[in-house]
């Protein structure tokens, strides 16, 4: 299927879609993104989604170029335009093109960028058996919270997880989990979830109120607070959870066994819960 992207209002098959080289996307990464998941037609959590666009925009001091009604209807018109049955769309604003200085240019118009791809849900191999984790020290700088095109710190450590022959790579802080290179990491202790808090040191992804609500619903504690590397290393189950990959148990971390080294009860129920929230 030819992949339809939008830059900057116009539709064009990707291959033509070209943005100038002193774009400050392409110069400094000076930019931000959101990635949403979308079923059967429907932007999955839309809502929570646009809101997080617009705040990591008002974080970097860029305009929102787009109302709400147009980013729904760009969305809406992308999703259209492809058949898969599930698929993910990915947006980026740039601060724009300007001659290269650090400081914020004047008068310049942002780069809006938007393109779906299919989503493929995680495979059943992984949900049955689970996936595997390396950790690494979170080498990342203080805002974490902003969703930021500037992921060099993201990569390096996906990078590193993947030649360690792992899926994903837990990260610490000072002694404290903060979260995966391209998601969040829950930790299973005696029937409770707990999670970082949402600060600084973390991307409050999507699926935090997600979470919170399944829980609820499947009658799981779930505590946001400072967790240490020890209880990670001891913890029941491990969980990953993001907008591509959904809900996933992690049962290997550093070559060793997570609880008893399958996916656990917590995930289970935590798992049925998100199927069923999708198909609402
Ligand atoms: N990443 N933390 C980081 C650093 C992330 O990059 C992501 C998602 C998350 C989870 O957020 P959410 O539940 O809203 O997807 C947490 C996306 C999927 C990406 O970069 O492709």
Known sequence: ???TVCLNGEFLPIEEARVPVLDRGFIFGDGIYEVVPVYGGRPFRWAQHLTRLKRSLAAIGIDNPLGDEQWTDLVHQLVARHDWANQFVYMQVTRGVARRDHAFPQNVTPTVFAMVSELVPPPAAQIENGISVVTLPDERWLHCDIKSTSLLGNV??????VQAGAAECVMFRDGFLTEGSA?????VRSGRLFGSPKDNLVLEGIRYGLMAEL??????ELQLRRVLREEVLAADELLLTSATKEVLPITRIDGRPVGTGKPGPVFAKLHAAYQQAKAA
């Open 1 to 3: 299927m030819t992949q």
């Open 156 to 161: 390096l450590a996906r990078q590193a997880a």
């Open 215 to 220: 829980c609820e619903r499947a009658g799981v």
């Open 183 to 187: 998601s969040n990491i829950w930790v």
